[in-house]
């Protein structure tokens, strides 16, 4: 069993940043990709921002350039710095987690999801 916690959403006008962060925990061997995704109301779940444990990252074509993301391999955190928010940016954003859990299986775990509105 694997737990994620999210904290950081809320509101913000436009051109605001805010941060987000998911703290996972429970049976973890290895934590490879951790992610997030968001989803708008009407739209599918898309793929946000995610970074290997090497550090690798990769990002939606629509934040490049305003998003960041980064992690704590030592505390299985990931975080989410959100800069020059657009009202396009509102969502429910989920973390995502994938690695090898102590039973060596597959693991891919989702948080609770929070809301990020961005309007004036």
């Known amino acids: 069993q694997v737990q994620l916690v999210e904290s950081g959403g809320g509101s913000v006008q436009p051109g605001g940043s805010l941060r987000l962060s998911c703290a996972a925990s429970?049976?973890?061997?290895?934590?490879?990709?951790m992610g997030w995704y968001r989803q708008a109301p009407g739209k599918q779940r898309e793929l946000v921002a995610a970074?290997?444990?090497?550090?690798?990252?990769n990002y939606a074509d629509s934040v490049k350039g305003r998003f960041t993301i980064s992690r704590d391999n030592a505390k299985n955190t990931v975080s989410l710095q959100m800069n020059s928010l657009k009202p396009e940016d509102t969502a429910v954003y989920y973390c995502n987690v994938r690695g090898l859990d102590y039973g060596v299986n597959l693991l891919d775990a989702w948080g609770q999801g929070t809301l990020v509105t961005v309007s004036s």
């Open positions: 429970g049976s973890i061997f290895r934590l490879n990709a």
């Open positions: 970074i290997t444990s090497g550090g690798s990252t």
